[in-house]
């Protein structure tokens, strides 16, 4: 016997298969527990493939109909053995059918529905914040669940795997600032100053940005992406059973590792980035190497160094959180992990955009 769950377009899909007389109380529980915390607006219970069954069966659909009655989700009961329908009538329980359209809402209950989900996500968005701070206080009480293997796993993969793909785009980055700047200086005979343009833009903003962005299409998605498809397995399941947080298991060694290994690929986009724009400023404006060291040394400030490793440090945060996030609330389909690997890449890049707007303004009031 199997139960089989999935979640499409907001519908979630039991598959009962095999002999019911068999199973387990804990399966049961698990398929109840996936009704009472998905945010779907209908149920459907598919019993095409049961073999032999007995009262377990009409047990179960009325719990999974009385949950969907508490939280006002439709629910549909088909394709079932013959006899089931008929016990579940007997038993003071009528099977609610599930329309094949759904209805059409008129635009002040669609503001209401997508206002509801929003509320419903800041929640769950900072319920799974609160348990990352969390688990970081047992990280420190030494608590946490985790072993040393994925420690290691994590910031390999983080930190030295990214260093290639860093320093090249950072590289590129800092030969496009100076090549565009040194045009535009030219025409007043001031292409020296490209070296403190270039100095003080890559460390103060840009070199954390194009870090953010890469390791975000990077490392985000793939926390995403192994995560989700642990879902789809049913692995956190599995964890969930032994007793052993996701939390501190999953995601806190790749928070860590990623705000750990965000500052210090930031200062090698730096130096990628400066190195960039002196292979242009002397190959192709014949600014004097000598100068353009000088120069750039003028520009490097210790405020601009740390507000640029900020920038690092925030950009960290955010991209693991969005990864992590996405994968643990993954759907159990191939299409659910594709998309919570879109939507961590996405908000981690869209969440980066409004950290900068924010802390540049903080910065400006401050006098930073």
């Not at 750039?296 to 405020?303: S, V």
């Amino acid at each position: 016997m199997a139960i089989r769950i999935s979640v499409s377009d907001r519908t979630l899909h039991i598959i009962v298969t095999g002999d019911v007389r068999t199973v387990r109380a804990d399966t049961w529980h698990a398929a109840l527990w996936r009704v009472t915390d998905a945010h779907v607006g209908a149920v459907v219970v598919d019993g095409t493939d049961i073999t032999m069954w007995d009262s377990v069966l009409i047990v179960f659909l009325r719990r999974v109909m009385a949950v969907c009655a508490q939280k006002n989700i439709r629910v549909q009961i088909k394709s079932m053995p013959a006899g089931v329908g008929a016990l579940l009538k007997m038993s003071g329980t009528a099977a609610c059918t599930m329309p094949d359209v759904r209805p059409q809402l008129t635009w002040v209950e669609q503001m209401g529905d997508w206002g509801w989900r929003l509320s419903g996500a800041v929640r769950h968005g900072i319920s799974f914040i609160g348990s990352v701070g969390a688990s970081v206080g047992r990280m420190f009480r030494g608590r946490a669940q985790t072993r040393m293997t994925d420690w290691w796993f994590a910031f390999d993969d983080v930190g030295p795997r990214a260093i290639l793909i860093v320093s090249l785009i950072s590289f590129l980055i800092g030969l496009i600032l100076a090549f565009v700047g040194a045009a535009q200086l030219k025409l007043f005979g001031a292409q020296v100053y490209v070296a403190s343009l270039v100095a003080i833009a890559a460390i103060r903003i840009m070199g954390a940005m194009m870090t953010g962005i890469i390791m975000a299409g990077r490392t985000g998605a793939s926390y995403a992406a192994t995560i989700g498809t642990m879902q789809t397995n049913e692995e956190l399941d599995a964890l969930r059973t032994m007793g052993i947080s996701r939390i501190d298991f999953l995601v806190l060694p790749r928070i860590i590792a990623m705000v750990v290994s965000m500052p210090i690929l930031t200062l090698l986009a730096d130096a990628m980035a400066i190195l960039g724009g002196m292979a242009v400023g002397v190959l192709m404006f014949n600014i004097p190497l000598a100068e353009y060291m000088s120069y750039t040394i003028d520009a490097l400030g210790i405020q601009n160094f740390m507000v640029g490793i900020f920038h690092g440090f925030v950009y960290g945060v955010i991209i693991a959180l969005c990864g992590c996030y996405y994968g643990i609330n993954c759907g159990r389909n191939a299409n659910a992990v594709g998309s919570a690997t879109t939507r961590a890449v996405v908000m981690s890049i869209v969440w980066m955009v409004v950290a900068t707007g924010i802390i540049t303004f903080v910065f400006e009031v401050l006098g930073i």
